[in-house]
């Protein structure tokens, strides 16, 4: 996929400059200058903007005035205007369209895409985005594209949630949450297709470990194409990948999880 096809529909205008704010780029360093997160840096420039995940406006209906790229996420947003005039950012669900309305609510309302409500008032079976994990905290879970998070069971004051990961893990059943699916689902197959765009991403270049010498990787060394020499692959400082658990086993949200990822 080109990557421009099936982008028709949005606009080209520029975003509304109330709801933009500039990030300052660090690529990829801490406080002191030192580099903590390699092969970032460069990039285009870019304007942040700030998104609503929370909808507060809570029975107050909005109109989809635009739908939008954003520089800083994978999906689309939506630009939506209130009676009142006032103008926010949110994420944008698949299908849709400029002109519809949608509405957040703590009351049962219309099972609609781009509605939002509790957790306790949407349908077992339902598919959501935008997911909060403590009332009024503002959506965490189900916001990259074309992810949704599905509502498994209702017990106990309890919702059961099966994310895109295969997790299924307890929210509480006032937490609210998007009924839809985050918009953009073909942005995994877009092909990169060279260097260069991947730099306008932000992304410098990447050296593989087993072209290193032994003294700057521990994959590194060898005459010519040589296996690494080890029983199991290491990162740059020495410290095991591939199926390390990394999650904390006295992480206090350990309660909540039901049923782990699969592998």
């Given at each position: 996929?080109?990557?421009?096809?099936?982008?028709?529909?949005?606009?080209?205008?520029?975003?509304?400059?109330?709801?933009?704010?500039?990030?300052?780029?660090?690529?990829?360093?801490?406080?002191?200058?030192?580099?903590?997160?390699?092969?970032?840096?460069?990039?285009?420039?870019?304007?942040?903007?700030?998104?609503?995940?929370?909808?507060?406006?809570?029975?107050?209906?909005?109109?989809?005035?635009?739908?939008?790229?954003?520089?800083?996420?994978?999906?689309?947003?939506?630009?939506?205007?209130?009676?009142d005039g006032k103008r926010n950012y949110v994420l944008a669900p698949?299908?849709?369209?400029?002109?519809?309305?949608?509405?957040?609510?703590?009351?049962?309302?219309?099972?609609?895409?781009?509605?939002?409500?509790?957790?306790?008032?949407?349908?077992?079976?339902?598919?959501?985005?935008?997911?909060?994990?403590?009332?009024?905290?503002?959506?965490?879970?189900?916001?990259?594209?074309?992810?949704?998070?599905?509502?498994?069971?209702?017990?106990?004051?309890?919702?059961?949630?099966?994310?895109?990961?295969?997790?299924?893990?307890?929210?509480?059943?006032?937490?609210?949450?998007?009924?839809?699916?985050?918009?953009?689902?073909?942005?995994?197959?877009?092909?990169?297709?060279?260097?260069?765009?991947?730099?306008?991403?932000?992304?410098?270049?990447?050296?593989?470990?087993?072209?290193?010498?032994?003294?700057?990787?521990?994959?590194?060394?060898?005459?010519?194409?040589?296996?690494?020499?080890?029983?199991?692959?290491?990162?740059?400082?020495?410290?095991?990948?591939?199926?390390?658990?990394?999650?904390?086993?006295?992480?206090?949200?350990?309660?909540?999880?039901?049923?782990?990822?699969k592998k």
């Amino acid at each position: 996929m080109s990557g421009i096809e099936y982008r028709k529909f949005l606009t080209t205008n520029k975003p509304v400059k109330a709801l933009v704010k500039s990030i300052r780029e660090h690529a990829g360093r801490n406080n002191s200058g030192r580099i903590t997160v390699r092969h970032q840096g460069g990039g285009v420039k870019r304007k942040y903007r700030q998104i609503d995940f929370v909808q507060s406006f809570i029975g107050k209906p909005a109109i989809v005035e635009e739908i939008e790229y954003d520089p800083y996420r994978t999906a689309f947003i939506a630009r939506i205007i209130y009676k009142d005039g006032k103008r926010n950012y949110v994420l944008a669900p698949e299908g849709i369209k400029v002109g519809d309305s949608i509405v957040s609510s703590h009351e049962l309302t219309s099972i609609k895409t781009g509605n939002r409500m509790e957790l306790k008032d949407i349908p077992v079976g339902a598919f959501v985005y935008n997911v909060e994990l403590r009332p009024g905290e503002g959506g965490k879970l189900g916001r990259s594209a074309g992810t949704s998070v599905k509502i498994m069971a209702r017990e106990g004051g309890y919702v059961n949630l099966q994310l895109p990961s295969g997790e299924v893990r307890k929210v509480l059943e006032n937490c609210s949450a998007s009924i839809g699916t985050v918009s953009n689902p073909e942005q995994k197959m877009v092909v990169v297709g060279k260097a260069g765009r991947s730099r306008h991403l932000g992304i410098r270049p990447t050296v593989r470990g087993t072209a290193m010498n032994p003294v700057d990787h521990p994959h590194g060394g060898g005459e010519g194409k040589q296996p690494r020499g080890l029983k199991r692959s290491k990162n740059y400082w020495g410290k095991g990948v591939r199926g390390v658990k990394t999650r904390g086993k006295k992480n206090r949200s350990n309660i909540f999880i039901l049923e782990r990822r699969k592998k």
